[in-house]
């Protein structure tokens, strides 16, 4: 089945004049491709995308006003492992020394965060997300 068959060149051009962002410009210049007469399959190459991400994009360029359809909606993302209190916690934790909380150590490190998140929340995280609370929380 043909898509955009409803949205014109013109428009599509009209659109990419007024985004400024990538993703944007990525879905709307793959659309202009399409009717041009590039197949999905080869806009999915030129993008590195899957075939269906291309069709997804057409569809909705195909269902939604077109500066809505190319960008995307707020993903709220996986939630979070620590809940806000337990956060604040170790907030104030990672203010003092580890050797406060019962570690031989100088200086808190991603390995030591893991282990007191694992120790006293029951919550494994890897080193890299330990580091990253390390940085989030000082």
């Known amino acids: 089945m043909a898509r955009l068959a409803d949205v014109t060149i013109e ?3 009209e659109a990419l004049s007024r985004v400024e962002r990538s993703k944007p410009t990525q879905r709307l210049t793959a659309a202009i491709a399409y009717k041009h007469g590039v197949t999905q399959t080869e806009l999915a ?3 590195d995308v899957q075939r269906r991400t291309v069709y997804n994009w057409l569809t909705q360029l195909e269902t939604e006003p077109i500066m809505t359809a190319v960008r995307d ?3 709220s993302g996986r939630p979070r492992k620590l809940t806000d209190e337990q956060r604040t916690h170790l907030e104030k934790r ?3 020394s580890p050797t406060a909380v019962g570690f031989d150590a100088s200086a808190w490190t991603p390995r030591l965060v893991c ?3 694992d120790d006293h929340f029951g919550v494994a995280y ?3 997300s ?4 390390l940085n989030e929380l000082r």
């Not at 330990?130 to 609370?133: D, E, G, S």
């Open 11 to 13: 428009e599509l051009q």
């Open 45 to 47: 190459k030129w993008y």
């Open 73 to 75: 909606e707020h993903r």
């Open 94 to 96: 990672l203010q003092q």
């Open 115 to 117: 282990a007191y998140v």
């Open 126 to 128: 890897s080193r890299s």
């Open 130 to 133: 330990c580091r990253r609370l």
